[in-house]
């Protein structure tokens, strides 16, 4: 099934995108001049209600509606967890530690590099992340930063996000996830044809 991209601009005020997929639309989405777009902004938001039967929350921005928040966009550290859980994780990070300071003590074999042991570890830090309800770690007048995902539509509220991507001309600024990645330009033209 082929897939279109329909772009109508003929008026200076209004542009209209269509995507189809054969004959289907799949999405539509159109920018007035006279209408603000609001995809892309990071607002301060305070959660206003949430919803254990959807698994997300609503929250007030400042826009027209209430933002829909889901539970799978509300980064970890949101998470209001409760004292004994937290207790468990600090001890649990405590015998780790302690586990990789002998294991540290004890392996007196060089280090090789280069990808040539048995497997290769992984560096990134370990979390022990127990499966958690929204309910349970998120309350009512919570504050937390959101960005925009996708714009108000009809009566729905515009859909939200905490992993907040800041877009530049060369890079993009993730400044929650703890993976840290550069993205490179491909070709020299580039640089010289927009400089």
Do not use: W
Not at 81 to 98: F, M
Not at 117 to 128: K, T, Y
């Amino acid at each position: 099934m082929t897939k279109r991209l329909l772009i109508d601009a003929r008026q200076p005020e209004e542009t209209r995108v269509v995507l189809l997929s054969g004959t289907r639309i799949e999405d539509f989405d159109y920018e007035a001049e006279n209408r603000k777009q609001l995809k892309g902004n990071v607002y301060l938001a305070r959660v206003t209600r949430v919803e254990p039967s959807l698994q997300a929350a609503f929250v007030e921005y400042g826009g027209n509606r209430q933002g829909f928040l889901a539970f799978s966009e509300i980064h970890p550290d949101y998470y209001r967890i409760p004292v004994e859980d937290r207790e468990a994780l600090i001890e649990a990070e405590l015998a780790e530690t302690q586990d990789e300071d002998a294991e540290g003590e004890a392996d007196d074999a060089p280090e090789t590099l280069g990808g040539d042991g048995p497997d290769e570890e992984d560096i990134r830090p370990r979390r022990h992340v127990r499966k958690y309800k929204i309910q349970e770690v998120i309350s009512r007048k919570q504050i937390m930063l959101v960005q925009v995902v996708k714009e108000e539509r009809g009566n729905k509220g515009a859909a939200l996000t905490t992993y907040l991507s800041l877009a530049g001309r060369y890079c993009v600024l993730m400044p929650i996830p703890a993976v840290v990645a550069v993205s490179a330009v491909k070709s020299p033209m580039l640089l010289t044809a927009s400089a």
